[in-house]
């Protein structure tokens, strides 16, 4: 089975960064598109930044300049660098899996700026 194990989040001040991590067993990071959304209380799930199996990365408004998504392959985790935060970042952040259209996502980790 695929899991998908979210974890970093915390509170942090405005200004702070940082650090979250997807770990996954049961599935090849390479073969995979890996992503990071979040979905603050009231709002919709959004895409914060997702990295395609060849390393290519795109990002969510207003993140390309703050957040840096990476990948190790040999440790199967997906990492979500975040820095500068705002309070409008707080919020539970997702990692996803998706291989051909079929997704996995995590639990999910809360992120508090204030």
């Known amino acids: 089975d695929v899991q998908l194990v979210e974890s970093g989040g915390g509170s942090v001040q405005t200004g702070g960064s940082l650090r979250l991590s997807c770990s996954g067993s049961?599935?090849?990071?390479?073969?995979?598109?890996m992503g990071w959304f979040r979905q603050a209380p009231g709002k919709e799930r959004e895409l914060v930044s997702s990295?395609?199996?060849?390393?290519?990365?795109i990002y969510g408004n207003s993140m390309k300049d703050r957040f840096t998504i990476s990948q190790d392959n040999g440790k199967r985790t997906v990492y979500l660098q975040m820095n500068s935060l705002k309070t409008d970042d707080a919020a539970v952040y997702y990692c996803?899996?998706?291989?051909?259209?079929?997704?996995?996502w995590g639990q999910g980790t809360q992120v508090t700026v204030s």
């Open positions: 996803r899996a998706d291989c051909g259209g079929v997704l996995y």
């Open positions: 990295i395609h199996s060849n390393g290519s990365a």
């Open positions: 049961g599935i090849t990071l390479s073969t995979y598109s």
